[in-house]
């Protein structure tokens, strides 16, 4: 409808796109068919969308934030070319992001922590990971503060790095902190609050309480 009213190049067309991709690559990555959609059709939508915003301008908040959406296809594919194209849409994002806000923003501080992910779950580079993390970690510190869902979701994938790296008893530190900031920022039903919960040992639980 968007594309009819005003074109399909407007800036409005390229957010229903996205927010489209953004919608179906859910199924295709779990691979639960909840909504009809097959991979190729959304790459389709997030190269159409990303195409239309470099056309209104090629270093936007918008282009870099569809840059990162698509990562997230990319990057759960398993084939490793799609890997390296992932890598390259998130220092990508990240650039536009320092360019746009300044090296300091959240925003970056985001794209570092996308990056993060990407070393930890697709190069398994752990140290890599590790700088990445960290450096989102203290960006968003200064800008929430430590208790935020932003420092609880950088915390929580900290914590899932050092138990890749075999200190349980740092993860478990480290996911103690984050169950404890997520139960005060929401509720104990939240979805997160109970899958940081669900890493715990029981034992453990009632220490964040």
Known sequence: M???LLGKEHPEAAATINNLANLLRGSVISKKPYLTA????????????IAVREGLGAESPQVAASLSNFSVLLGRSGD??????????????????????????PEVAHSYHLLGNH???????FPKAEALYNRALKMREQYY????????QTLNCIAQLKNKQGD????????????????????????ET??????LPLSLIHISE
């Open 168 to 191: 349980e008893a740092k993860a478990e530190e480290i996911l103690i902190e984050t169950l404890t900031i997520r139960r005060e920022i929401s509720t104990e039903q939240h979805y």
């Open 38 to 49: 097959s991979r190729e059709q959304v790459e389709t939508l997030y190269r159409c969308a």
């Open 119 to 125: 070393y930890l779950y697709q190069e398994k580079d």
């Open 2 to 4: 968007r594309r009819q």
């Open 194 to 199: 109970q899958k940081t919960a669900e890493s």
């Open 145 to 152: 503060l430590r208790h935020s869902d932003r420092v609880a």
């Open 80 to 105: 490793k070319k799609d890997e390296e194209e992932a890598k390259k849409l998130l220092e990508r994002g990240r650039d536009i992001r320092k360019k746009v806000y300044g090296a300091e923003h």
